[in-house]
């Protein structure tokens, strides 16, 4: 699930059709780049968790000491919260449009049946619904390529240095590109990977599994989020159309083929959007969990792990509150992903800590290249989040 039901989420889907609504092809390069990050620490967090049994909060506990260790506790589960919420949200706006239901009740709906889905479910099984009914989102891709896209001007794209005229334009480019390098990289999405490798009990004989999930998974979602950057070049940017809203994003992810393939590319993004406000829930847990050493597991009976149960049922409830309050999920959608890049290197340096250090890892320690391409992506990883902030200030969040 980590891999697409929950890679290609609400964030993606907004930032990445806007990007291709405003400058085309030319922020394409920033999609490689975060597929090629979260291939790397994803593969690495896996590998930690499978050889030195430490899921990621641990990490972060052992490695930050326990003040910036609670202190990045407390942000990545505001981020959690965040990004829960505008999940719920846009799990609402995708079943009022298909069904024209008010969409209050649809929300306060879903704020009960999925919580209930995961408390009667088995870890496995929420993963594999979720994960295989986002396939559904294969529509999308399959309308950018039917739509022609301009091959040539996608290959310019995979350089950085576009030549962006005005001051502002320069700006919302490197708005979108952090938001773009951010998306791919939440860090909920490693919280989640490595809790996951425990919980289904990887050994070091399943290694290989690991970075075949992490590589090929990463790249699918990779393809769907380059599909949304085709589809908002190829339909927005001609006639001048900033999508502000989801709706814009599926309908453009049916454009060719009418009504019948708008339901299925509703369906595959609901289960996109209903696995990342899965995972973000359950994060938020496994993060409490994990930092404190209580009892934690999905596949534990809840008597067992009375507070890792009580904690993402609440996750779930404080993020519906936000939604029903009136807070926009696309409004929690711009805030979560630059928040997320700001405390983005508090989750990354410890993992590449722990993957590089031999007495935990042993044979399975970092190669030369594995730490190399780790402090590489960690030093980009820097630099977006100390942009992130003020290019959000500098732009209004992103508007043209």
Not at 70 to 85: E, F, K, P, Q, R
Not at 239 to 261: C, R, T
Not at 321 to 329: A, D, H, R, S, Y
Not at 356 to 363: H, I, S
Request: glycine letters at 8%; charged letters at 10%.
């Amino acid at each position: 699930m980590t891999a697409l039901g929950g890679f290609v989420d609400l964030g993606q889907i907004v930032f990445t059709t806007q990007a291709g609504a405003l400058f085309g092809y030319r922020l394409l390069w920033a999609i490689v780049l975060g597929t090629l990050a979260i291939i790397a620490y994803m593969e690495m967090c896996g590998r930690v968790a499978v050889v030195a049994r430490k899921p990621v909060f641990a990490i972060v506990r052992d490695r930050l000491g326990k003040p910036l260790g609670i202190a990045m506790l407390v942000a990545s589960n505001l981020l959690n919260l965040l990004t829960c919420a505008a999940e719920l949200g846009g799990l609402a706006i995708i079943v009022h449009l298909v069904t024209g239901w008010p969409e209050r009740t649809v929300l306060l709906g879903i704020g009960v049946l999925l919580p209930l889905l995961v408390y009667v479910s088995k870890f496995q099984w929420i993963e594999r619904t979720f994960g295989l009914s986002g396939l559904l989102m294969i529509v999308f891709a399959v309308s950018a390529i039917v739509l022609h896209p301009d091959w040539k001007a996608a290959t310019v794209g995979l350089n950085p240095f576009a030549h962006i005229t005005g001051h502002h334009q320069a700006l919302l480019y490197a708005y979108f590109a952090v938001g773009i390098f951010s998306a791919m990289l939440m860090v909920y999405e490693v919280h989640f990977y490595s809790s996951g490798a425990i919980e289904e009990d990887w050994k070091v004989k399943d290694l290989s599994e690991n970075f075949m999930v992490a590589s090929l998974g990463s790249v699918l979602g990779s393809l769907l989020t380059i599909a949304l950057l085709a589809l908002g070049t190829l339909l927005f940017l001609p006639n001048h159309i900033f999508p502000e809203q989801l709706s814009s994003a599926l309908v453009a992810g049916a454009w060719p083929y009418g009504q019948k393939m708008l339901v299925l590319a509703c369906l595959g993004t609901l289960a996109c959007i209903g696995g990342a406000a899965i995972e973000t829930a359950l994060s938020g847990a496994y993060n409490i969990c994990q930092f404190f050493n209580w009892p934690w597991g999905k596949n534990l009976p809840p008597k067992s792990a009375k507070i890792y149960t009580a904690t993402w049922v609440g996750m779930f409830v404080i993020a519906l509150i936000t939604v029903l309050v009136g807070v926009q999920p696309l409004q929690l959608v711009n805030f979560s992903i630059i928040f997320g890049m700001a405390i983005m290197p508090f989750t990354y340096y410890p993992i590449l800590r722990v993957a590089a250090d031999r007495k935990l890892m042993g044979k399975h320690v970092n190669t030369r290249f594995d730490t190399v391409v780790g402090v590489v992506f960690l030093m980009l990883i820097v630099l977006a989040a100390a942009a992130a902030i003020p290019l959000m200030i500098l732009t209004h969040s992103g508007q043209p």
